[in-house]
């Protein structure tokens, strides 16, 4: 049995579709190839087991949608899966239509958070063959490979058709041991298309490991990846070590970015930074990973740096004590403001992401938190900034909410793909879009440049701060106000 990872090319005058291992949907004017790690773990484990891999992330490798279905059609896989998200699933649901019509003995398995939520809609909507819904389909995958090939038992969270019923084994069940896993076979992965594209990385090439699934807290009623995860796992820090010794040795890797919802934290952490420093991996590779406010104290972010962390990827969202309170982030705003200020005296590089569009936050709230941002810059305390559009996704608490409330201006998928606002709120599209923009024009501050510049102390350095400024113009453009346009 032949299995293509597939991420079918989506061609669009709205940028690159961020769809693999994304929490959060975009298109992006300077794109961005992030590792995707479950379909990866997926890929290993289906050719340790004896099945035939095909990688095929059409999107990273820049084709178009016809060399795609031309590859796909030489290359006649028995199961074709694909990650979806809310914004592309219609246009996955034409794929997957087109796909029946050139190999028409192909079985199509979709995954992600959207049909996780809402598993029936794909079948009723396109030919899709198998829906596999939570955050292990890796597991999920292997398990109905087996059964296609040997009558093994499927387990719970599979949909699939038969004799033209929708049916499915239960609701997914998060009980799979993440220490089983075997490494990452990067080479069947491709692991280089996504070791240069990417903000996360300074030192080039770089690559992502995956300490656990998902977050800790998993409470924010805005992420998408609770649908996903609604409990916390965790692989051993002696594993994540030796995961990591072996991309130093055998890739070379320069930087890793754990993907991790929330990184570890407590005696977890702790335990992983003295390995870290124990094997001298601190002195040989960068690392980031994503954190919360108000869990850690100095000497662990001490600890971290000198661990070989680099860079630390905080949720700020908002500036707003009731909206904290309200999206249940668990951290109050003075938490921003200590985390940021103990990170930077550590000699760490916080980056934070700030979110727009909240249907109880006034423009008065708004500039509030765009204040917060510019105080935290102006302070020296973090070093970048990401800006979004508030989506609430199918299976979210928020989505929930905006159902219950009214508050949605449509249900039409492709409009949730942060271009525009999708909830009624007190501010116009035009005025969430400027908000946005104005976030990102901290970057041209004569104090901010300054700083980065008295900052440089390599060719590396001076590589990346080209590459940022880059990335800054592209979000500029993703966030103007005619950036909503349509497909192609």
Known sequence: MKIAISYPP?????????ISQNRQFNWF?????????????????????????????????????????????????????METKTPVIKTHWEIINELKVNVPEVKVALVGDHVTALPRESFEKCGVDYVLTGGDYDFLLLNLCRHLT?????EPGIWYRENDEIRNTGGFQLNHDLNSLPFIDRELTKWWLYSEKNG??????????????DCWWHKCTFCAWTVLYPKFRVRTPESVVDEIGMLIERYKVKEIFDDTGTFPAGKWLENFCQRMIERGYNHKIRIGCNLRYGRLNQEQYLLMRKAGFRYLLFGVESANQETLDHINKGIRVNDIINGCRMAKKAGLEPHLTVM?????????????TINLAKEIFKQGYADTLQATIVIPYPGTLLFNECQAKGWLTTQDWDDYDMRQPVMRTPMGEAD??????????????PRYILRRLVSIRSLSDVKFTSRGARKVFGHLKDFTTESKVSKQ
């Open 200 to 213: 996360n990385y300074k030192d080039l090439p770089g690559s992502y490991v995956m300490a656990g699934r």
């Open 150 to 154: 040997k009558g093994e038992q499927l």
């Open 10 to 18: 989506i061609e669009s005058n709205k940028g690159v579709p961020e």
């Open 356 to 368: 727009i569009g909240f249907p109880w936050e006034t423009k008065e709230d708004v500039v509030r």
């Open 29 to 81: 004017n300077s794109p961005t190839y992030v590792y995707p790690m479950v379909p990866a773990y997926a890929a290993t484990m289906l050719k340790d087991n004896g099945y035939e891999v095909f990688w095929d992330d059409g999107i990273a490798e820049e084709l178009t949608l016809a060399e795609y279905m031309k590859r796909i059609s030489r290359e006649q896989p028995d199961i074709i899966v």
């Open 432 to 445: 969430i879009k400027q908000a946005t923009q104005e976030l990102y024009k901290i970057f041209f501050t």
